[in-house]
């Protein structure tokens, strides 16, 4: 009877700390910023870019020096392939998706998990 109570303990916990991991998950796949590549740092296809926009309904930032790491998806928006940082090109309207945290300075500096060249 214990080992029961204290199994559906562990199953209401587990269930718990799967909610809050979906719930953080899924806030990430916000948009952060939407705007237009001003800067392109570029070393052997890592890097970052300089985003300036317009803070919107649904974005965060107005600025942001976003980094480019070996897990940031780079696509077009109209075609899914996968791009490189080199496709990227200073004038390019785009959406980026970030990942980890927001090491607080103005501009903000994040890392992207998906990067949408509009």
């Not at 080992?3 to 209401?12: A, D």
């Not at 570029?42 to 974005?59: H, P, S």
């Not at 109209?78 to 927001?102: F, H, Q």
Request: hydrophobic residues 40%; charged residues 30%.
């Amino acid at each position: 009877m214990k080992f029961k109570k204290i199994y559906i303990g562990i199953i209401v916990l587990g269930i718990c700390m799967l909610s809050v991991w979906i719930i953080a998950n899924h806030k990430n796949d916000k948009v952060a910023i939407r705007g237009v590549v001003t800067v392109i740092n570029e070393e052997n296809e890592k890097g970052n870019i300089l985003v300036e926009g317009n803070i919107e309904e649904d974005t965060e930032f107005d600025k942001a020096s976003i980094y480019i790491t070996q897990r940031t998806k780079i696509i077009k928006e109209e075609a899914n392939e996968r791009l490189k940082l080199s496709d990227i090109k200073v004038g390019d309207k785009v959406e980026v998706i970030i990942t980890g945290p927001i090491r607080e300075s103005y501009p903000v500096q994040v890392d992207a998990k998906i990067i949408r060249i509009k």
